[in-house]
């Protein structure tokens, strides 16, 4: 079945440091792909999305691409804030929507 | 604001007690999650809806009851539960139970239930 796996955390980082949470999948078909966020004491919210190989989700600074080829959708931001210290959520969907189990980050100032 | 609204945020409750868990959505959607989310776990599904017919139960214990009334809400009645169901318990909405972005999960913020 499909299934989604995330690398495990804690992550750590200072400020204005570079983030990579890596995510890979297993799917038959051609599933989309997502990011949620998760923060404090709130539910899971959509942070972007990808819906065919190749294309690229953005939004408020994080980007993921969707590698067919290596069955892959990393999120990546280039400069990370405190703001975004919060538990990420990769997940696919393809029929039923599968997530991974999350990867917590940590931002310091 | 996600339009998906669950009350309480939080709750505290004895093992004897009964309580119920509320969800509603303003979205207009047609399928209904329950999630729990136990710390250093993975998010667990526990019971689907789709057009108020649940169509999934994840081998869920029996002191957890649901109840769809209509599309829009959704509940979680809790009895004789454990010390370890304490946890957060996320609802979810989505346009459709399957298909590549109608199923698009839109979360409420969830309940803090504390089980003593």
């Known amino acids: 079945g499909n299934s989604v796996t995330q690398m495990e955390g804690p992550v750590t980082l200072s400020e204005e440091a570079f983030l990579t949470i890596n995510c890979t999948y297993t799917a038959t078909g051609y599933p989309s792909l997502f990011w949620y966020v998760q923060y404090p004491g709130e539910g899971l919210q959509l942070l972007l999305k990808?819906?065919?190989?190749?294309d690229k989700g953005s939004n408020k600074g994080f980007e993921a691409t969707y590698r067919k080829e290596t069955t892959s959708f990393h999120l990546e931001k280039g400069s990370v804030q405190v703001s975004d210290s919060a538990v990420y959520f990769c997940?696919?969907?393809?029929?039923?929507?599968?997530f991974g189990a999350g990867t917590r980050l940590t931002v310091k100032p | 604001e996600t339009g998906v609204t669950q009350t309480p945020r939080h709750l505290v409750m004895g093992m004897t007690n009964k309580k119920s868990l509320k969800c509603e959505q303003h979205?207009?959607?047609?399928?209904m999650y329950w999630y729990k989310q136990s710390a250093k776990k993975p998010l667990e599904l526990m019971f689907v809806y789709n057009f108020k017919e649940q169509t999934e139960n994840n081998s869920v214990p029996s002191r957890f009851s649901p109840e769809c009334p209509n599309s829009s809400h959704l509940f979680l009645h809790l009895h004789t539960l454990q010390p370890e169901d304490s946890a957060l318990y996320l609802c979810?909405?989505?346009?459709?139970?399957?298909?590549?972005?109608?199923?698009?999960?839109?979360f409420g913020a969830g309940t803090r239930l504390s089980v003593l």
């Open positions: 990808a819906t065919k190989a190749d």
């Open positions: 979810a909405s989505s346009q459709s139970r399957t298909g590549d972005t109608r199923n698009i999960q839109y």
């Open positions: 997940a696919l969907s393809g029929g039923d929507m599968r």
């Open positions: 979205l207009g959607h047609n399928a």
